[in-house]
């Protein structure tokens, strides 16, 4: 049996994307983090929004919520800061498609009732994971997304 908060939250955090874009908040995070963003290179942003991805996925909540609150949040702030935010968020994408080594993922919730593993066991591999993902997802989307796609990482 799937259990109840894996259904409603698949059912109900996919809306959040457009929740956050309606009422503003968009707009809010922008003028709050892009200052703080502005001064540190490309390459350390994407790394830092796949790292934030990674965490959201596997710690708080499923990848569809994940992928619409970093997308729907830091597009206009990575356009803010004279980025293409289709190339400079790949990153984020990739990182919500193959988080699914900590207990927090409801593919792990399944078997978790075997006993074969306790949730502290899964936290030190788990982290180590977003931060290797992150890592590899940052840098081939630098280095490769705009060659492969045309479109240049800084717009004009």
């Known amino acids: 049996a799937v259990p109840w908060i894996v259904v409603f939250s698949s059912a109900t955090m996919v809306q959040i994307g457009t929740v956050i874009s309606q009422n503003g908040l968009t707009e809010l995070l922008s003028d709050f983090i892009a200052p703080y963003l502005s001064g540190m290179p490309p390459l350390l942003i994407m790394f830092l929004l796949a790292?934030?991805?990674?965490?959201?996925?596997?710690?708080?909540?499923?990848m569809y919520a994940a992928m619409s609150i970093t997308i729907t949040c830091m597009a206009p702030v990575v356009y803010s800061l004279g980025y293409h935010p289709a190339i400079f968020l790949l990153p984020c994408i990739f990182m919500t498609n193959f988080m699914i080594c900590n207990y927090a993922q409801p593919q792990v919730f399944f078997n978790y009732s075997y006993g074969w593993w306790k949730p502290r066991t899964a936290i030190l591999p788990g982290l180590l994971f977003v931060l290797a993902?992150?890592?590899v997802a940052a840098l081939l989307c630098y280095f490769a997304a705009p060659v492969l796609f045309g479109v240049p990482l800084r717009l004009s």
């Not at 790292?51 to 499923?62: K, R, S």
Request: hydrophobic share 60%; no cysteine; charged share 0%.
């Open 133 to 135: 993902g992150a890592a």
């Open 51 to 62: 790292v934030l991805t990674g965490l959201l996925t596997n710690a708080l909540v499923g």
